[in-house]
């Protein structure tokens, strides 16, 4: 006698339930196979040994195009957009209600690591209102500045937005920013004022706020609390009574909008589809509008919020399409999808993202170059506003240099290879992209082309080959509590900032935008906002083109040789150690030029506007501010030097570390040789024989110096490269 346990037991059962029967009747029959209406026994047996061919498949017909709903969630970072959307889940019965439910929707372990929305996930809702059973496809977006091309993408599948706003800490930066996206895709609206339990929450101050900023009347305003669920039910309701039903035509010839993808090694890729047009199915053949190349659907369905097969996938409905597709760039975001012999009339697609900050990637080990080839391929299938360029380096060996939208972008795609790759990556120091002018006819015939754009610093081209130097700049946005404006200002004065507007929003808070020189912010500003407005102050950035700026190339020499991939650029004034009266002049009328807060607001230890004694004044600012323009490229410099000093091996001869720019050295560090204690045999005696000793040993390390080759050690970079970006 023997007993099943574990996942056999409801197969043994059944087995148990069809011998039974079969020795009752005195003949040996085949096993039944399971149906909807078979016993408990056999069902149970079929759902425990199942394939995704054998998954129960939804009848996506029944929901015409009038109940369906397409919307986003969008807002600032940690308004609670993904808790809204674990509720509502709930809410929905598409997932149980336990206390385990925290960012159901944020798959990655990244996103689950730092607490923030990296990726749009989607998930389909099923809905009962008034008797009709509604279609809710619903894409959780992120928050971050950085990752504001995922919601620009995810809006183009949608017809209307859920516009989150903190109850505590009111409309801020990327809310604007947000808000803006969905107006200008003509999407409807609708205002949630969310976190309302909280003790210090102002639900009516934020409704004054919003209708001030965004013009949408205080009563429209959704108040909600999304981690005890009070009210949610009113937004489902809401997005029902407010948001419209997708145009589209069920009759016409396919056409679907490919607005995400990832990749399973097993499958290949997986798109998820906006279906515009027609009807799709298993066994279709599609053509891809980027590639020609043509398809068989292996699967359909929707996301729910993991995959559940459909029979089929209706114009109107937003799901999921594997089509085997093995090849990464055969799936291109914002490519078309249309039946073979039906050919259709290409969808708009996407604008490509436009990258802020480049740095090189390397591997650690050149033997690893082609799995993390294979590796970025994948990654950027999930990631489409990853740019990728084939790069070198004497030090590094072959590499990329990749173009993100942001340093936490950056951050997070080199935290994902590591973790869902388990590819380690030398990253260089990030970098913008600037451009350069060229001088003459022979220099554009060589180049093809009169502006150049220098994404590597190791390519900056000299003062005599250009006629202007153009570097990126970007209109910022920031919303502080008006008693830390003049600090702000401050800051953005010492970043080479350009006030154009100051708005108030209410009586505490204020508006200001600034164009701000892109590398001016890229590395440390948003850290040094938080710091000075005690965490108050948010900040958002879009791009606003190129300028005219004098840029200089500042080198790393070791020795005398210039070490290319620790070369930097910075600015000409940000270069000028002492300063100049025409520099000082510039920014005094500068000062003058903005309208400073009372003493009791202005946040300056000496406010030049308010003494009016700017001789004075700016002698004790440039004192105390430490971000002082003057000082940053003696202080990059200084920095780079003391950690090569650092990570750089000893040798029998002295290595001088520099920074240089042209001809002038603003930095020193050295790493002293090692050396023989000549005076050791000397028992006193007369002091001429020992200088004699140590004048010999000094010729000796002169001439050693000059024939010595120093060779940086690949550790030594990659110590240098990983502290500054930890830094």
């Not at 043994?12 to 078979?38: D, M, S």
């Not at 003062?463 to 008693?483: A, F, R």
Request: net charge positive; hydrophobic share 40%.
């Amino acid at each position: 006698m023997w007993t099943l346990v574990g996942r056999g037991w409801s197969h043994g059962r059944a087995l148990a339930v069809w011998a039974a029967g079969t020795a009752q009747r005195g003949r040996l029959e085949p096993l039944p196979t399971p149906t909807r209406g078979a016993p408990a026994e056999f069902r149970a047996w079929d759902r425990l040994y199942t394939s995704a061919e054998r998954k129960e498949k939804i009848d996506m017909s029944r929901f015409s195009v009038e109940n369906i709903r397409n919307f986003s969630i969008i807002a600032h970072v940690d308004h609670g957009k993904s808790t809204l959307a674990d509720r509502l889940l709930e809410l929905t019965g598409t997932i149980d209600k336990t206390k385990n439910n925290k960012q159901v929707l944020d798959k990655l372990q990244v996103e689950r690591e730092r607490g923030i929305t990296v990726k749009a996930q989607t998930a389909s809702l099923f809905y009962n209102w008034e008797g009709k059973q509604y279609l809710l496809n619903l894409i959780d977006t992120p928050g971050h500045v950085d990752f504001s091309y995922e919601v620009s993408r995810s809006l183009s599948a949608c017809q209307g937005v859920l516009l989150v706003v903190d109850a505590n800490e009111g409309i801020q930066a990327q809310t604007v920013a947000n808000f803006f996206l969905a107006f200008e895709a003509q999407l409807s609206v609708i205002p949630v004022i969310n976190k309302i339990d909280l003790k210090n929450a102002d639900p009516e101050s934020v409704e004054k706020q919003i209708e001030k900023v965004f013009d949408i009347p205080g009563d429209e305003c959704i108040k909600i609390s999304a981690k005890l669920g009070t009210n949610v039910e009113r937004v489902l309701q809401a997005v029902i009574e407010r948001i419209p039903p997708p145009k589209v035509h069920r009759i016409n010839p396919l056409r679907a909008l490919v607005f995400d993808s990832t990749f399973d090694q097993y499958r290949g890729v997986i798109a998820n589809v906006a279906l515009f047009d027609g009807v799709v199915s298993k066994g279709d053949k599609i053509v891809s509008a980027h590639t020609k190349k043509i398809h068989e659907v292996n699967e359909v369905g929707v996301l729910n919020p993991n995959e559940q097969p459909a029979h089929k996938l209706y114009a109107g409905q937003v799901g999921y399409l594997i089509a085997g597709m093995k090849d990464v760039t055969e799936a291109q975001i914002g490519d078309t999808l249309y039946l073979h012999k039906q050919p259709v009339e290409p969808l708009p697609g996407f604008k490509s993202a436009k990258p802020m900050v480049f740095a090189g990637m390397y591997p650690i080990d050149q033997s690893e170059y082609n799995n993390l080839k294979s590796a970025i391929e994948k990654l950027t299938i999930n990631d489409s506003s990853v740019t990728v360029h084939r790069d070198s380096s004497l030090a590094l060996g072959a590499g990329w240099r990749l173009g993100f939208l942001g340093l936490l972008h950056m951050e997070v795609f080199n935290q994902r290879l590591e973790q869902e790759y388990n590819a380690s990556v030398i990253l260089t120091t990030p970098t913008v992209p600037y451009k350069a002018v060229l001088s003459s006819a022979k220099l554009i015939k060589d180049y093809r082309e009169k502006e150049i754009t220098i994404i590597n610093p190791a390519q900056f081209p000299e003062k005599s080959k250009v006629t202007e130097y153009l570097e990126p700049v970007v209109l910022g946005t920031i919303i502080t509590p008006d008693e830390y404006t003049g600090k702000v200002m401050m800051l953005c004065q010492a970043r080479r900032a350009v006030q154009k507007n100051m708005i108030f929003i209410d009586q505490n808070r204020v508006m200001l935008k600034y164009i701000f020189p892109l590398n001016e912010i890229v590395v440390d500003f948003y850290d040094s906002l938080k710091s000075l407005s005690s965490g108050y102050a948010s900040f958002d950035y879009e791009d606003a083109g190129y300028q005219t700026a004098e840029l200089v190339k500042m080198d790393i020499l070791l020795n005398g040789n210039i070490v290319e991939e620790l070369v930097t650029i910075v600015h000409k004034e940000s270069a000028s150690r002492g300063g100049t009266e025409r520099g000082r002049q510039r920014i005094r009328s500068r000062l003058q030029a903005l309208s400073c807060q009372p003493r009791a607001q202005c946040g300056a230890e000496t406010c030049e506007l308010q003494d009016h004694d700017l001789s004075q004044s700016w002698k004790l600012n440039r004192l105390r501010h430490p971000g002082a323009p003057r000082d940053k490229a003696h202080s990059v410099g200084k920095a780079i030097c003391e950690r090569l000093k650092d990570s750089l091996p000893r040798q029998l001869f002295e290595i001088a570390i520099q920074a240089a720019i042209g001809s002038k050295i603003i930095a020193r560090e050295t790493v002293k040789a090692y050396r023989k204690n000549v005076l050791a045999k000397c028992y006193g005696g007369d002091i001429t024989r020992k200088m004699k000793l140590l004048k010999r040993q000094a010729e000796g390390k002169k001439k050693l110096r000059k024939v010595g080759n120093i060779e940086v050690p690949r550790d030594a970079f990659i110590k240098v490269l990983k502290t500054q970006s930890d830094k």
